[in-house]
């Protein structure tokens, strides 16, 4: 019984044994695989960087942009890709954040290096006027032209209107209360005279967009794209159009505020636009705060504009990008760096934006 007893403990002892042994090895086994096994990289949006930044660069930059599905954002990650790809001492990056407003405060700040803002919004924050009253933020400055923001009236294809001056005597959607819709309403129909005469309606896209198709309102303004895509889309089911602002009110206006320019709107950007239209254009361009340094503000406006192709294919909506005069509409003054590129390939800038 004793020698039984024995055996049995010598089995017990054994298979402890190689229980251990068992245990060992699978313990080994899965950190050796966890020191040789690549991980999976995170899934990212196409047009974000994947690469991790040189360790010896000079400049390494975040900018902030809007949502990250919106056009601030895909405009700014493409443009740090090629910015970052041309130029070994600068590793830049595009991350979301709270549109044109919210970005010029962080360039003024000078919390952001470079971002994008309507040219509206960086001349009311530059001022400390408009919606930046009693905020002034006078260390920001420009750098180049990105995309046009079209003051669109927008009305069905089949209305009698032709130009805003129709508008006398109609309900129209403005805008939400304090947005650029309704900032770009009031300065163009107060100079045309007919601010007093419309009936306001103070609603925002779509709502407005709905608004018009209905009926309920006769026109919308809308301080957008041209095309754009939802408008676009919608306008496949009703035509739409753009009401003119003739040249003699145009001219008026963009000698009053600097942040506004003549722009054409081409025929067949929606659907029931039959022929160009002439309108106002109010840029989204890229900026940043005095302080950054010469060579980097330099070197980020030269490798946007001579690799602009190359930009644009992530960002098409930058075609729009007036490339035959990139000082039109532009409100604030030039930084430094971007005033040494710009001169150096021989585009005119004007007394009021040099540095």
Same mark, same amino acid.
């Given at each position: 019984m004793f020698k039984y007893f024995c055996f049995q403990q010598q089995i017990m002892k054994k298979a402890r044994l190689w229980k251990v042994l068992a245990?060992?090895?699978?313990?080994?086994?899965?950190a050796f695989s966890g020191c040789t096994q690549t991980e999976k990289p995170t899934e990212t949006a196409a047009t974000t960087p994947t690469t991790q930044p040189p360790e010896k660069v000079e400049y390494k930059i975040k900018m902030t942009t809007?949502?990250?599905?919106?056009?601030y954002y895909i !405009?700014?990650?493409? %443009?740090? *890709?090629?910015?970052?790809?041309?130029n070994p001492d600068i590793y830049a990056t595009a991350i979301p954040?709270?549109?044109?407003?919210?970005?010029?405060?962080?360039v003024g700040s000078g919390e952001v290096p470079i971002s994008l803002s309507t040219s509206m919004v960086a001349y009311f924050a530059y001022t400390g006027t408009g919606t930046f009253e009693g905020e002034k933020y006078p260390k920001l400055r420009a750098?180049?032209? !990105?995309?046009?923001? %079209?003051? *669109?009236?927008?009305?069905k294809a089949d209305s009698d209107m032709k130009t805003i001056y129709d508008l006398k005597g109609k309900r129209v959607a403005i805008g939400e209360a304090g947005s650029g819709d309704a900032v770009a309403a009031e300065v163009v129909l107060k100079e045309a005279g007919i601010w007093d005469d419309i009936i306001k309606v103070n609603v925002g896209d779509p709502e407005s967009w709905n608004m018009v198709k209905l009926g309920t309102v006769d026109a919308? %303004?809308?301080?957008?794209?041209?095309?754009?895509?939802n408008l676009y889309e919608e306008s496949m089911s009703t035509p739409i159009r753009l009401l003119e602002i003739p040249d003699e009110l145009a001219d008026k206006i963009t000698e009053k505020y600097p942040y506004f320019s003549k722009y054409v709107g081409k025929k067949d950007s929606y659907n029931?636009?039959?022929?160009?239209?002439?309108?106002l254009a109010a840029p989204v361009i890229l900026i940043t705060n005095e302080d950054v340094p010469e060579d980097l503000v330099y070197k980020f406006t030269k490798t946007y504009w001579e690799h602009f192709d190359e930009v644009k294919k992530s960002a098409p909506f930058l075609e729009t990008v007036n490339r035959d005069n990139p000082m039109a509409g532009i409100s604030i003054p030039l930084h430094p760096g971007a005033y040494k590129y710009w001169t150096e390939i021989g585009v005119e800038v004007p007394e009021k934006l040099k540095p």
């Open positions: 245990l060992l090895f699978l313990a080994i086994s899965i809007g949502s990250p599905t919106g056009t !405009a700014l990650t493409s %443009i740090a *890709s090629v910015v970052s790809k041309y954040g709270g549109g044109s407003a919210a970005n010029a405060r962080g750098m180049a032209p !990105a995309h046009p923001l %079209i003051v *669109s009236f927008i009305v919308a %303004i809308h301080h957008t794209s041209l095309p754009n895509p029931g636009m039959d022929s160009d239209v002439k309108v």
